[in-house]
């Protein structure tokens, strides 16, 4: 595996090479990966945060939901990807595949025989995608518990399942859900540092993440209370999607906000220019979306925004919520409005209207 030294860290020009063969970038701002699922870069720093921040703000402990909804988007990939080949003597060629797999997007190493899993991701992430794994591997079902070890060991505590469920399906679509394919033609920016679990991006521990998990999540929101209060739901105005959806948007959006504003990045976007600078930063080269055009109003500075809908909508919203007001240093008032495929986002001072 060729290390090469860049400054304090090792860049590993192998597992890079690898990652771009199989991901490359929409001008859109989507990271897809051959099978066109779209994909999202986070820091391992971020997506504890995000959770945190999220269930929360759900007011109602919901691991197992995060466990679902991994377990069966991995399940739902893993199968309709054909991951696993049948036959004789494929046992471990399949074994090879999916430390394979885990190895590529950074998730860690996972023991199928003894049900260990070496990560830094979130328990309930990992559990998920490590259970569909195993499931699939021994074409069986299980009853699922899981044991946080240490800081990165997490043991699986698994029975089997009488039930004979189905496999997964593809996820219920939201409405800013995208159902036509975009030509990702873009190659990945950034470049990938091997360490003990997963990778790094310049010092930084990080892992790619489906986004259709989110969006499993999102949808199993649906009809349940949120610690948002009236003064935050107030300060979003929503049209073009069915009322039910319009919750699970702001939940989702104003979570990945929260990240931003309480991160220490510190960014100042004002002209077109700048914008567009900070936007590709924090949000494209991660697959975290980026504009059709935008506008910025001189005066007000509020900032206009087409967007082509996508799974990745809430974040690409928090994101640009949580940079107008670090760069403004007021609370931001949000209208979305949908049309077809795209979506208006207009960021403004809530101050006006109050």
């Known amino acids: 595996m060729p290390l090469i030294d860049s400054g304090e860290s090792l860049v590993d020009y192998e597992l890079t090479r690898r990652f771009k063969e199989y991901f490359s970038m929409t001008d859109g701002g989507s990271i897809k990966d051959p099978h066109n699922h779209d994909w999202m870069v986070w820091s391992i720093t971020d997506i504890e945060r995000w959770w945190g921040i999220f269930e929360t703000n759900l007011a109602v402990p919901f691991g197992r939901k995060l466990f679902n909804s991994c377990c069966d988007e991995e399940e739902y990939q893993i199968h309709s990807n054909d991951i696993f080949k049948s036959g004789w003597f494929k046992k471990s060629s399949n074994l090879k595949r999916l430390s394979t797999r885990w190895s590529l997007f950074g998730w860690g190493r996972l023991n199928v025989k003894s049900n260990l899993i070496m990560t830094k991701l979130p328990s309930s992430i990992a559990s998920g995608f490590a259970v569909a794994g195993i499931e699939s591997f021994n074409k069986v079902r299980y ?44 190659s ?15 010092g930084e521990p990080m892992v790619i993440l489906p986004v259709s998990l989110f969006s499993r999540l999102f949808y199993s929101t649906l009809g349940s209370n949120t610690s948002l209060g009236a003064e935050i739901l107030d300060s979003w105005n929503v049209t073009g999607i069915d009322n039910k959806f319009i919750k699970p948007l702001i939940l989702a959006s104003y ?44 005066n007000s500075n509020s900032i206009k925004i087409n967007y ?47």
């Open 255 to 298: 979570s990945t906000y929260q990240l931003f504003l309480n991160s220490d990045k510190h960014v100042f976007a004002e002209s077109i220019d700048s914008w567009e600078n900070v936007i590709s930063h924090y949000c494209k080269q991660w697959g975290w979306g980026n504009p059709l055009e935008f506008s910025v109003d001189a």
């Open 188 to 202: 990945l920016d950034f470049e990938l540092e091997s360490r003990e679990l997963g990778w790094s991006v310049e």
């Open 308 to 354: 082509h809908i996508n799974e990745n909508l809430p974040f690409f919203i928090g994101q640009i919520m949580g940079i107008w007001e670090r760069s403004h240093g007021r609370k931001p008032k949000v209208s979305l409005f949908f049309n077809d495929d795209c979506v208006d986002i207009l960021i403004e001072s809530l101050l006006e209207y109050m």
């Open 143 to 186: 009853k699922s518990e899981w044991k946080q070890i240490n800081q990165t060991e997490i043991l699986l505590e698994l029975n089997l399942d009488p039930n004979d469920l189905p496999i997964a399906k593809k996820h219920t679509q939201l409405p800013w859900f995208c159902l036509k394919d975009s030509l990702a033609t873009n």
